[in-house]
């Protein structure tokens, strides 16, 4: 069975600072997607990056960057120079290309950046 | 130009309504879910649909029917509504693996409250 686990349901972090969320994830299947979402106070869902699993480098965007270590099945990410609007919930995801076609969420971290 | 639009936004009602939540997205993905989100912002998959076709009901009680006239168009439909129904809805779209690109793009969610 996938899963997606997210150990950190919060986290406080100064601004500027360079923060790290963690994921793990676990699937027997050799062919999957993970993603990073933002939910922000408003709620909307806001995608952030991917990671394929066949992919040799680490996926960046901007200030985010997904550290991915296949072998330890961890998708982290990392977002340098925090800035009080990154305080939301972060969630991450796993897409998995099977007919279940379907993405799963962790439980999230909710971030919060101080002044 | 709304890539997944949701109607309504908010949704208050009594128990035992029937109500529906429309979804549409014009980004051409033969994929779409719906998601509800709880009070403690954990996102479950609830169904997956691929070109009209349902590929996944994750052990919803049948109360809750979807509807997909075309692949475009998700709706929910819900009856009896209970009190435990009330949550975020969350409809997404994706591109179907290998249709390129692979995240998931969201509604900005339905509050549905049951009183």
């Given at each position: 069975a996938q899963k997606i686990t997210q150990t950190q349901p919060g986290m406080f972090v100064q601004e500027k600072e360079a923060v790290t969320l963690d994921c793990t994830y676990d699937t027997s299947d050799p062919s999957y997607g993970l993603f990073w979402y933002k939910q922000p106070s408003s709620g909307e869902m806001i995608f952030l990056i991917y990671q394929g699993s066949y992919d040799q480098q680490n996926a960046t965007e901007g200030r985010y960057s997904l550290n991915f270590q296949k072998a330890r099945k961890s998708a982290n990410l990392v977002i340098s120079a925090s800035q009080l609007g990154d305080s939301a919930?972060?969630?991450?995801?796993?897409?998995?290309?099977?007919?279940?076609?379907?993405?799963?969420?962790g439980k999230g971290t909710r971030l919060h950046i101080l002044p | 130009d709304t890539a997944v639009s949701q109607t309504p936004k908010y949704l208050v009602t009594q128990m035992g309504n029937d109500k529906s939540i429309k979804c549409e997205q014009n980004l051409g993905h033969d994929t779409m879910y719906w998601y509800k989100q709880d009070s403690k912002k954990f996102l479950k998959i609830m169904f997956s649909y691929n070109n009209k076709e349902l590929i996944i009901n994750e052990t919803v009680p049948n109360r809750f029917s979807p509807k997909s006239p075309d692949k475009a168009h998700l709706n929910l439909h819900i009856n009896s509504l209970e009190l435990g129904d009330s949550a975020v809805y969350f409809c997404a779209s994706s591109p179907r693996p290998g249709q390129g690109g692979t995240e998931a793009f969201f509604g900005q969610g339905t509050r549905l409250t049951v009183v």
């Open positions: 919930m972060y969630f991450c995801a796993m897409r998995v290309k099977n007919r279940d076609d379907k993405i799963i969420f | -």
